[in-house]
C-alpha cells in the first residue's frame, strides 16, 4: 500500500515538474515542490481560520479562566472540569490551533521519503537527480558543504534559505513578542504568582521555537527544506492576516512600557 502511494506522489512530482519546465527549466522539480506546499497550505486554510478564531475566543475568555482558578484553587480536579464546561458552553476548542500543523504532517513525510529513497516502485528514483540550481534535491546542508563549502554553488543555496528562515523566524519572533506583551498571563493569587508553575519561563523560549527551522532546513533533503521554508513563509503572512486584530499598535506598546 505505502509502495503504491509513494509511487503515485512520485509521478504527481514528475507531473508537476514536466508542467513547469517550460518556465522554470531545471528548477522545475523544486518549483514543483512549492507549488504542492501552497496548494496542502491552501487546503488545510479554513482550518487555520478557525483556529484564528478559537485562540481569539480564548483570548476573551481568560477574565473567566483567572477566576476559576482563584474559585477552585488547589483542586485541580474541579478546575479541570470547570474549563471544560466553559469550553463547552463557549463552543471554543483548546486543540483547534493544532490541527492545520498536524494535517501538513503526512505531506512533509511524503515528500521527506520521497527524496530520501533511492527506489521507489522497483526503478530507480529519478528525481534524486533533479537539482535546485547546482544542488541536487535528494542531499542534505551537510552533503552540500562536500562540494565547494559554504560559499560553493551548492552551498549557497542553503545561505539563501537560511536566510529565508532567519528572517521569518526575526518576523515571528518580534510578533509573539508583541501578542504576549498584549496579553499578559494571569496571576493566579496576590504576590504575582503563575496561575499555572513554570508556564512563566515557557513563555519566554516559545518566541524562540522559530530559529529552530534552521536546524530542520541544515538536515532534512533540499527538497524537504524547499516544503519546510515554504510553508514556514506561509505560516507568518498568514498569522500576520489572521491575527492582526489581536496586536496592539507599536506606538500603544512603548506608552504602555
Known sequence: MFTSLFSAFASLAEHLASLLEPVFHGASTAAAIVLFTALVRLAVHPLSRQAARGQKAQAKLRPQMAALREKHGKDSKALQKAVMELHAAEKVSPLSG?????????????????????????????????????????????????????????????????????????????????????????????????????MAAMSKFIPLLSFATLFTVAVVPLAAALYVVTSTTWTAVERAFLYKDMLPAPAALATAA
Do not use: E
Open 98 to 198: 493544532c490541527l492545520p500543523s498536524l494535517l501538513q504532517m503526512p505531506a512533509f513525510f511524503l515528500l521527506y521519503h520521497l527524496f530520501s529513497s533511492t527506489r521507489i516502485g522497483g526503478r530507480a528514483n529519478a528525481l534524486l537527480d533533479h537539482t535546485l540550481f547546482a544542488a541536487p534535491l535528494g542531499v542534505n546542508w551537510t552533503a552540500a558543504l562536500a562540494h565547494g563549502g559554504v560559499f560553493g554553488a551548492r552551498g549557497l543555496v542553503y545561505l539563501v534559505l537560511f536566510a529565508i528562515v532567519a528572517a521569518v523566524a526575526t518576523f515571528n519572533y518580534r510578533r509573539m513578542k508583541r501578542q504576549m506583551a498584549a496579553t499578559p498571563l494571569p496571576v493566579a493569587a496576590p504576590g504575582g504568582q503563575d496561575a499555572v508553575p513554570g
